[in-house]
């Protein structure tokens, strides 16, 4: 993005690539977050049957309209 700026060069030099550092560290919370959040499949489970058989399969978030709560 700003690799052939002056001024980039010298913050990298002086405080690192932080934009790198910030990148691959939100890589590497999205891979163990991936595994965190992945149902546990049994012992003979075909991959994907695990997906139809897990709590709120297929839930998808809607956003609330304005106004009171419906009760």
């Keep these: 993005m700003f690799q052939d700026s002056p001024i980039y060069d010298r913050l990298v030099a002086e405080r690192g ?6 990148r691959s560290e939100a890589e590497r919370v999205g891979r163990e977050l991936e595994l965190v959040m ?13 997906r139809a058989a897990a709590p709120g399969a297929g839930w998808q978030r809607q956003g609330m309209l304005p106004g009171p709560r419906p009760h």
Excluded: F, I
């Excluded at 690539?17 to 910030?22: G, Q, T």
């Excluded at 992945?38 to 695990?50: M, N, S």
């Design 38 to 50: 992945r149902p546990l499949r049994g012992p003979g489970t075909p991959p994907g049957a695990e």
């Design 17 to 22: 690539d932080v934009p790198a550092h910030v």
